[in-house]
């Protein structure tokens, strides 16, 4: 298996744009996380789903984010309209099941300017 | 929000020492888990240990958990250059809809001295 594949790698985009990350975790996993990481607040849970069900989404900053799992094997991070302070690097994760290890990506770089 | 807090956040030792890191908790966890960070890449697992376990080995690495203190402890012995990387503690915790969400520290960054 190739892993936790996320694309882009790195995306710069200008104040007010969409921004759309996006996830295929390993197959036969059925947990999906995503997760914000920068220097100031460290790796902060976004959002996790469960069989393509969003289980907890409290760690979304505020309404301009929103994702999806249409399927068991892909799902976005949605940012509209993205602002400089979203600047972070973006982690999709996924496990097999709960009380497992999770498995990361190699992460998105957002840089809006 | 986040659940666990290492310390030191930062840490550096001469190769062949040994590095110790810990982690603090708030709430009641089903397992913790370590995991490595290199600059710029993904976060790799290394070691889960359950509610119910005290002390757990994995070749270099040994790690502990006292449920009671809410405290974890990852202790890397011999340590090498290549150890030099970020190590995050995570704690699995039930969530309200039965559902298990792992939440992240912000880390220690290990720097081994050749």
């Known amino acids: 298996d190739a892993g936790v594949i996320q694309s882009p790698r790195h995306e710069v985009t200008e104040m007010g744009q969409e921004v759309t990350l996006r996830c295929k975790p390993i197959?036969?996993?059925?947990?999906l996380f995503w997760y914000r990481q920068t220097m100031m607040r460290g790796l902060e849970l976004l959002i996790y789903?469960?069989?393509?069900?969003?289980?907890?989404d409290s760690g979304m900053p505020e309404d301009r984010f929103s994702a999806k799992m249409p399927n068991a094997s892909f799902s976005t991070l949605k940012i509209q309209p993205s602002e400089p302070r979203d600047s972070a690097v973006y982690f999709c994760?996924?496990?097999?099941?709960?009380?497992?290890?999770?498995?990361f990506g190699q992460g998105t770089r957002l840089t809006v300017v | 929000s986040q659940q666990g807090e290492e310390d030191p956040q930062a840490l550096s030792i001469q190769e062949g020492e040994n590095a110790t890191m810990n982690c603090s908790y708030k709430t009641s966890i089903n397992n913790l888990q370590w995991y490595r960070q290199n600059s710029g890449r993904g976060l790799v697992h290394l070691i889960l240990?359950?509610?119910?376990?005290r002390e757990k080995h994995s070749g270099r690495l040994r790690v502990t958990l006292d449920t009671s203190k809410k405290s974890s402890s990852l202790l890397i012995t011999a340590s090498r250059a290549a150890d030099t990387a970020s190590y995050f503690c995570?704690?699995?915790?039930?969530?309200?809809?039965?559902?298990?969400?792992?939440?992240f520290g912000k880390g220690t960054h290990l720097i081994i001295q050749p």
């Open positions: 995570a704690t699995d915790v039930l969530s309200g809809g039965g559902a298990d969400g792992l939440t």
């Open positions: 994760a996924s496990r097999r099941q709960a009380n497992t290890e999770a498995f």
């Open positions: 240990i359950r509610s119910n376990e």
């Open positions: 197959s036969g996993h059925n947990s």
């Open positions: 789903f469960n069989n393509n069900v969003p289980i907890d």
